[in-house]
C-alpha cells in the first residue's frame, strides 16, 4: 500500500487519465436524451500534454493530437449540432 502523499507523480497521472476519461465517456443527460462530452477537465491539462494517441480515430493507425493539432470536442467528435435523443418508449 502506498500513502498518497508520497506519490505525488501518480495523482497526477491519475489526474490525467481521469480528465481523458471524462472527455471520452458520453454522459447522456436523463430527460432529454442529450449526449455530452465533458471537455473542461481536458482544457484544464492541455498545456502540459505533448501527444495523444487515439487509435480509434481518423486513419487505420490512429490520429495524434498535439498541440498543434488539439485535441478537443469539435476535432473529436464534430460540430456541436450533433445529438442523440432518447427513444420515446
Known sequence: MTNPR???CLQAADYFLWA???FYEPRVHPE???VTHEARYLNAIWP???QIHD???GPSH???FTPANPLNLEA???PKSRK???PHV
Do not use: A, P
Open 32 to 34: 432529454t436524451g442529450e
Open 6 to 8: 508520497e506519490t505525488i
Open 20 to 22: 481523458l476519461q471524462r
Open 48 to 50: 502540459q500534454v505533448s
Open 62 to 64: 490512429g490520429t495524434f
Open 55 to 57: 487509435l480509434h480515430f
Open 76 to 78: 473529436r467528435f464534430g
Open 84 to 86: 442523440t435523443k432518447k
